[in-house]
């Protein structure tokens, strides 16, 4: 699939105090399926997510809105933390890969 866009930075993530609760997109967030928040992307943007530490890659959808710290990039849900094997750490470097942009971008 080609890729549309590249962006490489800190990813964090979220769960236990968001679960159930809508997103910025209305969805219901689950806390243990693939999804991301990430500040200027449009909702609905499908993105391969890579943890540049060890190579572990997901593709999930942009959903919510995120992170508002600064440094960090991008928000993942704690199931795609957990695949990319950093939940431990709290924190990667990741690099951002846009396979789809969500139907708002311009």
């Known amino acids: 699939?080609?890729?549309l866009s590249t962006e490489i930075g800190i990813a964090s993530y979220y769960g236990e105090k968001y679960h159930g609760r809508r997103t910025a997109s209305g969805e219901i967030f689950d806390m243990y399926k693939f999804s991301a928040a990430h500040k200027e992307h449009p909702l609905g943007t499908i993105a391969r997510i890579?943890?540049?530490s060890n190579g572990k890659?997901?593709?999930l959808k942009i959903n919510d809105r995120g992170p508002f710290i600064k440094g960090r990039i991008?928000?993942?849900s704690y199931g795609a933390a957990e695949k990319l094997g950093?939940?431990?750490e709290?924190?990667?470097e990741v690099k951002?890969?846009?396979l789809k942009w969500g139907p708002k971008k311009q």
């Open 86 to 88: 950093f939940v431990r």
């Open 74 to 76: 991008i928000d993942l």
């Open 96 to 98: 951002i890969e846009v």
């Open 90 to 92: 709290g924190l990667t």
């Open 50 to 52: 890579t943890n540049l």
């Open 57 to 59: 890659w997901v593709v």
């Open 1 to 3: 699939m080609k890729v």
